[in-house]
């Protein structure tokens, strides 16, 4: 298609109220309808963005409608991302596909069929350091991947167990709404960030779950997983909704790249300089014990607002760039059940006990 495309906001809270400045500023992008179970927030998504506020999920598929986008409960994903699709509308789908791997994959099997832009929302991708990690593996200036590990954490959890106990009840709370705790909600990105860096896929994991300050949580507030790519390297992820703290860190034979708390980056590699988008490194041996190593440099980098529209790789943009060029999206679906087929196999793991191939 050419010209402007016409959007359905379908969820305003949580994240898509961090986004919605994406719509308002791209001037050739129209906000037709705002839709949610709250209609406040549907009021206040339409102030900011424009469109009519509604409780009725229909109007997303109205007529003059060309791209829905679905920020809702991930056990309304199914339904909404399927009826949207269906209806001929390009669909931005928000992480993860689905609460459990039989409705992501009935998502999958519906964007198949379609010839509309069909994709996932994932957030980290707006940032231009992860497609510095990318080159620099596929560049192999970290030599071969041996560890990836993140942690990603947060204490949203306590705060909505001490909610729930009042009574205030939240769809994260519920292992039905959103497939588990912690882990499904904080994990896929990183799955995905490691599968994508490395060209790698998880063939096995093993995982632990617990729930240890969250008692008016359903699902897990501690997870920790261990997982074996195809290539041999390992994976190990730890996830909280009761403690603080963020890392992305890979190391390979050749050096290291470690990010913590979305702003403080260390380099170290003997394979020389790299210039990235945003990671410089100048280069430099230190002495270390089994011979000479790229000597640490360290530099501050934060990542971009999630409405900076002047910002490429801003998934929002370029998902919106894909409808209006009729390409595929950025992030396909198919490439988000993969990580559901992850998340199955480390709960299947907690609970069992065992180690469970990724199949």
């Known amino acids: 298609m050419s010209g402007s495309v016409n959007v359905s906001f379908v969820g305003c809270g949580g994240m898509a109220a961090h986004y919605l400045g994406v719509y308002r500023d791209l001037d050739w992008v129209r906000v037709m309808s705002c839709v949610d179970t709250n209609l406040e927030s549907a009021r206040t998504a339409a102030e ?7 409780l009725d999920f229909a109007a997303a598929l109205d007529a003059d409608v060309d791209a829905v986008i679905i920020s809702t409960p991930n056990s309304l994903h199914r339904s909404q991302a399927v009826s949207a699709i269906e209806a001929g509308k390009h669909v931005l789908l928000q992480k993860p596909v689905a609460a459990n ?7 999958a099997a519906a964007a198949a ?4 832009t069909v994709g996932l929302y994932m957030s980290y991708f707006d940032q231009p350091l ?9 560049e192999g200036w970290l030599g071969d991947l041996v560890h990836c590990y993140a942690r990603l954490m947060h204490k949203g959890g306590m705060m909505w167990s001490e909610e729930a106990l009042k009574g205030n009840r939240t769809w994260r709370g519920s292992v039905e709404e959103t497939g588990g705790g912690c882990f499904i909600q904080l994990a896929v990105h990183y799955i995905h960030i490691f599968e994508w860096i490395s060209g790698s896929s998880v063939v096995r994991a093993t995982g632990f779950t617990r729930n240890l300050h969250c008692p008016g949580l359903e699902g897990e507030d501690l997870a920790v997983a261990v997982l074996q790519l ?7 992820l730890d996830t909280a909704w009761c403690a603080n703290g963020e890392e992305l860190s890979v190391h390979g034979t050749l050096g290291r790249f470690s990010y913590r ?3 403080r980056l260390a380099l170290a590699s003997s394979a020389g300089p790299f210039e990235g988008r945003v990671a410089r490194y100048s280069g430099g041996l230190t002495p270390a014990f089994g011979g000479p190593q790229g000597e640490e440099q360290q530099m501050e980098i934060c990542p971009p607002a999630f409405n900076d529209i002047s910002n490429p790789l801003n998934q929002h943009r370029a998902f919106l760039e894909a409808v209006r060029e009729g390409k595929p999206a950025p992030v396909s679906i198919a490439s988000g059940v993969d990580d559901m087929r992850v998340v199955a196999a480390v709960y299947e793991s907690a609970r069992s006990g065992r180690a469970v191939e990724v199949g």
């Open 261 to 263: 708390n979305s702003q």
């Open 101 to 107: 791997l039989a409705d992501a994959e009935a998502i």
């Open 130 to 138: 992860v497609h510095d990690l990318r080159d620099m593996v596929s």
């Open 48 to 54: 900011m963005a424009g469109g009519v506020a509604t």
């Open 230 to 236: 195809d290539s041999g390297a390992m994976v190990t």
């Open 113 to 116: 069929q379609s010839t509309r």
